[in-house]
């Protein structure tokens, strides 16, 4: 059981704070509620700019990593399509100077075109590299806005196209952090052998005097329901034929969402999984395949993909994939099996609480979903999964008209 303290600032910054005397070190999560597809479809990659721009100096500091590196500490961040995470962690004594970087920065970035050139370059790098530059990169760029036709899930959290980011300017981006880099737009959780008076009386000392600020109420298009099967063709410079599948599921806090999760594992993970017995080993179609799942909020995507031998065809490819997803369907495993992908959930369930950074931004993440107390009650609803439930949800999901698909083809 994770126990934690709360309160909430006057400027609307939620805190949460987590005891743990085991540790010398402190870990400062805060999460931002925003992401892609809090941006506009014509500048889009402004989330993840972000990401690079909040170390690239503030109002009263100048570089963040070096005053943070003297007080012992480290940092790192993440973007993703619904929320943006910066976490430190710093010895205790020094953890004042987590409360003083991480308030300068959430009142005002040191906004200069020097420092959007050099993020903006870093980016596109990033989108160059990552996406263009190596074997089957760009494929999420396709398969999404096949997926997707209204919701802003539809472009990749590096944006749609590099030139969204050459062509910000500094009053994009002046616009986008008073839009959502706010107190009242903000979950911070404090962990480690800490006083929770203390830290209400260093937060009320570093961020209490940030004002709130004029966040736009989200109101995104709903996905409509896909009533047909689509598909699209690529072929590249790449050493396999590869099938990329993607089905709509459900969201994020939806009663189905732990089903759906098992189902994934049930196919993939590990080596007495579907895929890897009949796939990989037994029929020799791939040399590797993978199922799993988006967590995302709002209703997001099921996806497999694999990577073909020589010789294999789309269509022989697709028709095996498909012949062990109507395993599950029908109830073609034991509940022994599925208490083995129970048990094998319930212990990446038990390491990500491990260490006070992992527990700190569990909190941030299940008080961003709608409440923290959530975190204590993944056991169970994993636990709580039937063989039924696995079978009803896998009917929903698994249908042709519910499918988006692409054939990577090689040139070779």
């Not at 005397?21 to 992401?35: C, E, H, Q, R, S």
């Not at 929903?396 to 083809?409: E, Q, R």
Request: with cysteine; net charge negative; glycine share 6%.
């Amino acid at each position: 059981m994770i126990k934690f303290d709360r309160f909430t600032l006057k400027n609307g910054l939620r805190v949460l704070v987590y005891h743990d005397k085991t540790t010398p070190m402190v870990a400062f999560n805060l999460l931002y509620d925003v992401g892609a597809r809090d941006e506009a479809p014509e500048r889009t990659g402004f989330a993840h700019l972000f990401e690079h721009l909040m170390f690239g100096g503030s109002k009263n500091i100048k570089n963040f990593d070096t005053v943070l590196q003297k007080a012992g500490g480290e940092n790192n961040a993440f973007t993703n399509n619904d929320h943006t995470n910066y976490y430190i962690t710093v010895p205790k004594q020094n953890i004042e100077t987590a409360f003083y970087l991480e308030s300068d920065r959430m009142l005002e970035l040191a906004f200069s075109k020097k420092s959007l050139d050099v993020q903006r370059n870093v980016v596109s790098e990033e989108f160059r590299q990552r996406y263009y530059n190596q074997p089957y990169g760009d494929v999420s760029l396709y398969l999404r806005p096949l997926a997707y036709k209204s919701h802003p899930y539809q472009w990749s959290t590096i944006g749609k196209e590099i030139k969204h980011i050459t062509e910000a300017s500094l009053d994009d981006v002046k616009n986008f952090f008073y839009k959502h880099y706010a107190p009242n737009n903000a979950i911070l959780v404090i962990g480690g052998d800490v006083e929770t008076s203390k830290m209400e009386s260093l937060c009320n000392k570093w961020f209490g005097d940030i004002p709130c600020r004029e966040v736009p109420e989200r109101n995104l298009p709903v996905e409509p329901v896909q009533t047909g099967k689509r598909t699209l063709t690529l072929e590249r410079d790449v050493p396999n034929d590869a099938i990329y599948m993607a089905y709509h599921m459900c969201s994020r806090t939806d009663k189905d969402y732990y089903a759906t999760d098992l189902i994934s594992d049930l196919l993939s993970n590990g080596r007495s999984s579907l895929f890897d017995l009949n796939l990989i080993k037994t029929k020799k179609l791939f040399p590797e395949v993978d199922a799993y799942i988006q967590g995302s909020l709002d209703p997001g995507l099921f996806m497999i993909n694999g990577k073909m031998y020589p010789g294999v065809d789309f269509v022989t490819a697709e028709d095996a994939i498909k012949t062990e997803i109507d395993k599950i369907i029908n109830g073609n495993f034991t509940e022994r099996e599925l208490n083995k992908v129970k048990n094998k959930s319930l212990s990446t369930q038990l390491f990500s609480k491990i260490g006070v950074l992992n527990v700190a931004m569990e909190l941030a993440y299940y008080e961003w979903l709608g409440d923290a107390e959530m975190i204590n009650l993944t056991e169970e609803k994993i636990l709580n999964v039937s063989k039924s439930d696995i079978t009803g949800v896998a009917s929903k999901i698994f249908t042709d008209s519910n499918l988006s698909c692409v054939y990577y083809k090689s040139k070779n």
